[in-house]
């Protein structure tokens, strides 16, 4: 089996429709993932038998508005997904961007650089390297020396540029994210902002951790995945070291757990020593009241 990852950016006249059309695609296919779908394009990942996913690939291909579309494909054992859901949305990456605020890749967006690109360009003096994903997901794993936003979501990337632009105007500024598909605004946001030198990693981490080159050299930890899988290696050079610790002891710990309580269910890192003394609890608060509620 395998999993796809993919977007693209395209005006979409009638999501509706294509909704239900693509629903029978992919039913019949067998796939199972999450697809978003909107007037500005299709972001999707689907996991399903290398002939569904070989089948669905030529599927999209062949559609003239989608021809150009590129899939980042990892092998996996199962489907790792609990079931298919496409929806419509204004957004096929959740941004939280007014209408105003909002951003056209296919008008305005930052150059893409190839993984080896980026990797040279990392290297360069005086660039700034911007982590455009949430702050949960940079703690399992982020380039060496990017800078990570303290921020919750991306609507709160204004305001966090506001009080950094004097520092990073005139930089060489690099972004990525995991496969490229926010970083296509988020670099859009930078240039429209006036930032001149705006660069990002096209394919995103997926794709540079595949590179043959780069192999993921300097990215530090796991790529976190919104699927079953949560986080997968990315860096196959000697620089590969996980930063992620465990929130009670501080030893280094690959993988996120989920809260035990289920009201929390919150991802967080621990350690097998602290889960045998502490159990799967990110908190006292929350073993606390799991105990309660199984008392
Ligand atoms: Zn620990
Ligand atoms: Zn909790």
Same mark, same amino acid.
């Given at each position: 089996m395998q999993v796809l990852l993919y977007y693209l950016y395209f005006p979409l006249e009638d999501p509706e429709t294509y909704m239900v059309e693509h629903r029978q695609l992919c039913e019949s296919l067998g796939l199972k993932g999450r697809? *978003? *779908?909107?007037n500005e394009g299709i972001n999707g990942t689907v996991s399903g038998t290398l002939e569904g996913t070989e089948e669905y690939m030529k599927a999209l291909w062949s559609d003239p508005r989608t021809k150009d579309i590129e899939f980042k494909i990892d092998p996996c054992d199962e489907h790792l997904f609990p079931k298919l859901s496409i929806k419509v949305r204004d957004e096929i990456v959740t941004l939280g961007l007014t209408e105003e605020q909002d951003i056209d890749p296919n008008e305005i967006t930052g150059k893409r650089l190839s993984p080896r690109e980026f990797y040279e360009?990392?290297?360069e003096e005086d660039v700034v390297i911007i982590d455009g994903r949430n702050k949960y997901e940079a703690d399992m794993g982020k380039f060496t020396n990017a800078i990570v936003p303290e921020i919750d979501s991306f609507r709160e990337f204004p305001e966090w540029f506001k009080e950094h632009a004097d520092e990073i105007r005139d930089r060489k500024i690099l972004t990525y994210c995991t496969g490229g598909i926010r970083c296509e605004k988020l670099s859009g946001f930078l240039k429209k902002e006036g930032c001149e030198e705006v660069y990002q *990693? =096209?394919?995103?981490i997926v794709s540079y951790a595949k590179d043959p080159e780069v192999k993921g050299r300097d990215f530090e930890g796991l790529c976190y995945v919104f699927d079953k899988r949560v986080g997968v290696e990315t860096n196959f050079t000697e620089t590969r070291k996980i930063i992620s610790t465990c929130r009670y002891c501080n030893a280094t710990v690959p993988e996120y757990s989920n809260c035990g309580w289920p009201n929390c269910n919150r991802q967080f890192f621990i350690c097998p020593n602290c889960l045998e003394k502490e159990g799967s609890f990110c908190s006292s608060e929350c073993?606390? =009241?799991?105990a309660e509620n199984t008392g």
């Open positions: 697809i *978003l *779908l909107g360009a990392m290297n *990693l =096209h394919g995103g073993r606390d =009241h799991a």
